[in-house]
């Protein structure tokens, strides 16, 4: 990794746990005590690098809708998780960054476990919008969602 490549407190928390048996679930645990209504979900983070995060949920009874798939509000939490982790890990120092909309599209019944991906352009980090791509899959990697999550970016203010 460069020199001059700024590693977010996130995305250093992340290197360490993951590095230990039981530390990916260790994380996610810290992810939702951080933001306690992802626990509604119980995501576990799999993969976080700048600019990336997949997550997974397991389908059962508290994320199912009345037909028995994983509703798709549980998943849009799950990518909205996805998302927090991927911008935490991925901004720049000197930028700050705030949910301003999220826009999905529901493509087929998610009837197995989830895994929902946040994407983001390492070209986009600066003042104004920015569009996170977020994909779910289900466990035959078929897309049962797909759509972005748009952030406001702002410069920090300075101390």
């Known amino acids: 990794m460069p020199e001059n490549t700024y590693i977010t407190p996130v995305l250093k928390l992340w290197n360490q746990f993951s590095a230990y048996p039981g530390g990916k679930y260790l994380f996610s645990k810290f992810v939702q005590y951080k933001a ?5 979900v119980n995501a576990q983070v799999l993969e976080l690098k700048p600019n990336y995060a997949r ?7 508290a994320v199912q809708n ?8 549980a ?3 799950l990518l909205e998780m996805a998302m927090g982790a991927c911008a935490e890990a991925s901004i720049p120092k000197h930028l700050r960054w705030i949910p301003k909309g999220m826009s999905v599209e529901y493509t087929a019944k998610a009837g197995s476990d989830i895994t929902g991906i946040a994407q983001i352009n390492p070209e ?9 791509v977020i994909t779910a899959l289900d ?3 078929v897309v049962v969602l797909k759509g972005v999550i748009k952030l406001w970016i702002s410069e920090k203010k300075s101390a």
Not at 55 to 61: A, E, F, P, V
Not at 66 to 73: C, P
Not at 124 to 132: N, P, Y
């Open 139 to 141: 466990d035959q990697g």
């Open 66 to 73: 009345h037909i028995g798939t994983v509703h798709v509000i």
């Open 36 to 40: 306690p209504y992802f626990k509604t």
């Open 75 to 77: 998943i849009c939490n």
């Open 55 to 61: 997550l997974t949920i397991k389908k059962r009874k």
């Open 124 to 132: 986009q980090w600066r003042a104004g919008d920015l569009d996170v």
